[in-house]
């Protein structure tokens, strides 16, 4: 089992950034694909970016690509998801999770080992 703890979340005027980080533990997480997924007040949770374990291909949703850059650090066991050019519709909260399956195109039920998320609000 892997232990995820995201941080960086926060409150950002529109188009401001954010880096989230999410930590891990766990001796297998430099060889799992992460992945970021986020949640606005009721509505469902969607992906957001995922990235193969060695970086060398990620996946974006289409409502925020060429804005979010999804990477990782496997030395330190982490990975960011950058966040530039937000609008208030990415208000949400952020999560990191990964999967023991390879990488393909990424959905929610393919990953097993969540964080508990962390609070991204774009005021406009």
């Known amino acids: 089992q892997v232990q995820l703890v995201e941080s960086g979340g926060g409150l950002v005027q529109a188009g401001g950034s954010l880096r989230l980080s999410c930590a891990a533990s766990?001796?297998?997480?430099?060889?799992?694909?992460a992945g970021w997924f986020r949640q606005a007040p009721g509505k469902e949770r969607e992906f957001v970016a995922a990235?193969?374990?060695?970086?060398?291909?990620?996946d974006y949703a289409d409502s925020i690509k060429d804005r979010f850059t999804i990477s990782r650090n496997n030395a330190k066991d982490t990975v960011y998801l950058q966040m530039n050019s937000l609008k208030p519709e990415d208000t949400a909260v952020y999560f990191c999770?990964?999967?023991?399956?390879?990488?393909?195109?990424?959905?929610?039920?393919?990953?097993?080992?969540w964080g508990q998320g962390t609070q991204v609000t774009v005021s406009s």
């Open positions: 766990g001796r297998t997480f430099s060889i799992r694909p």
């Open positions: 999770a990964t999967t023991g399956r390879a990488f393909s195109s990424m959905t929610i039920s393919m990953f097993d080992s």
């Open positions: 990235i193969s374990w060695n970086g060398g291909s990620t």
